[in-house]
């Protein structure tokens, strides 16, 4: 099977783009990420995108991105893994890759979210749940959700509230020096405490963002560039009810040791980590799932620093969904953004001696997971 390496980058500041249209921003990722990678000729597009349909009424967003390009008759495609769309997208781009069938691949993923009403895009974003479950007719809410994990987290172990603020704190920090972060302003832990609650005991900066923003990612047959180690994905529970253990996202498990298998490491050889922290309490499970700390200790080791520089593994060096956003169709490209820059040492928040990243995107309340490993640049 063939190589593959990234060969392009490109990205949008990520927050409120009142003036921009979903495909400027689209079309403008895309532009720098072929700038990077010298114009190659591309084979085929894929979009990861949820919502542009019901936000933005749009639709055929491959096609667009192919037409406007410039790109001739090639193949297009529009993936939708609710808020793992991007890591799904580029998935299917390394695997078709990898197979021989193309050469040079765009992928992109993008979201406009801002202008929407607070109702609207809750509801939008609620598509990402079985909504034929008893569950949700009884009114569960992703943030509802997430909120119970915690609550249940906090009573099998020693965690409290403050472990949340210490990882929404942290993201912060990190997010200070990311130029296309959506939150750069420095905050504390008393305020990240004492913010106003969204559902008990998750508060304003546990919860992750409305965003808009674009990334877009080439990628080429070959070894030239930062290489694709590993590329896993697997499927989880889509009801809470239906979970055997309300603290576990099988997918994230599952998808980390496929993806581990396939690179021939373990999680002791990544030096540094995009997750998926769409809320505080995620990014604990997650570091859990991805086997850096064990089960139920994942609180100790954010009390310790251990997912800070210094530490066991540096953990969203970017800011993370919490503070750099969250524009869901794009973030798991966003994540293979930050990692791709880690390991070429052009990153913010750059961890000195990268070589190899993870990038974790999650869908749903635990559907979807992809996991992919990615080696330095040679």
Not at 113 to 136: G, L, P, Q, Y
Not at 296 to 306: D, I, P, Q, R, S
Request: proline content about 3%.
């Amino acid at each position: 099977m063939n190589k593959v390496a990234v060969s392009g980058l490109g990205i949008t500041p990520f927050g409120k783009h009142e003036n921009t249209s979903l495909k400027t921003l689209l079309l403008d990722a895309c532009l720098d990420a072929l700038r990077e990678a010298n114009f190659p000729k591309i084979d085929a597009v894929y979009i990861g995108n949820f919502m542009s349909g019901s936000l933005c009424n749009q639709e055929i967003l491959g096609a667009i991105t192919v037409n406007d390009l410039g790109l001739g008759a090639i193949p297009a495609v529009k993936v939708e893994g609710a808020c793992a769309s991007g890591g799904i997208a580029f998935r299917q781009a390394f695997l078709m890759i990898q197979s021989g069938e193309y050469e040079h691949v765009l992928i992109a993923g993008v979201e406009k979210m801002k202008h929407a009403t607070t109702e609207d895009s809750t509801r939008a974003i609620n598509a990402a749940m079985d909504n034929d479950s008893n569950e949700k007719h009884a009114g569960l809410t992703f943030p509802g959700f997430f909120g119970m994990l915690a609550n249940r987290y906090f009573y099998e172990t020693g965690a409290s509230k403050k472990h949340l603020a210490m990882v929404a704190l942290k993201n912060r920090e990190y997010a200070t020096n990311n130029l296309i972060a959506q939150f750069k302003s420095p905050t504390s832990l008393e305020e990240i405490m004492n913010a106003r609650i969204i559902t008990d005991p998750l508060g304003l900066f546990d919860c992750s963002p409305t965003t808009d923003g674009a990334v877009a990612i080439v990628l080429s047959k070959g070894e030239k560039g930062v290489i694709v180690r590993a590329s896993a994905q697997a499927s989880g529970s889509t009801q809470l009810q239906e979970a055997e253990d309300v603290l576990s996202f099988p997918a994230i498990k599952e998808s980390a040791n496929r993806a581990y298998q396939i690179a021939g490491l373990g999680p002791e050889d990544i030096d540094v980590v995009e997750l998926h922290d769409c809320f505080s309490m995620t990014e604990i499970i997650a570091i859990e799932e991805l086997g850096f700390f064990k089960k139920g200790f994942g609180w100790e080791a954010v009390e310790m620093g251990l997912t800070k520089h210094g530490g066991k593994v540096p953990v969203n060096t970017s800011g993370g969904l919490l503070s750099k956003g969250h524009p869901i169709g794009a973030t798991g490209l966003a994540q293979i953004y930050q990692i791709v820059s880690q390991l070429r040492g052009t990153s913010c928040n750059q961890v000195e001696g990268a070589n190899i990243g993870l990038a974790q995107n999650l869908g749903g309340t635990g559907a979807y997971s992809t996991v992919h490993i990615f080696e330095g640049v040679n």
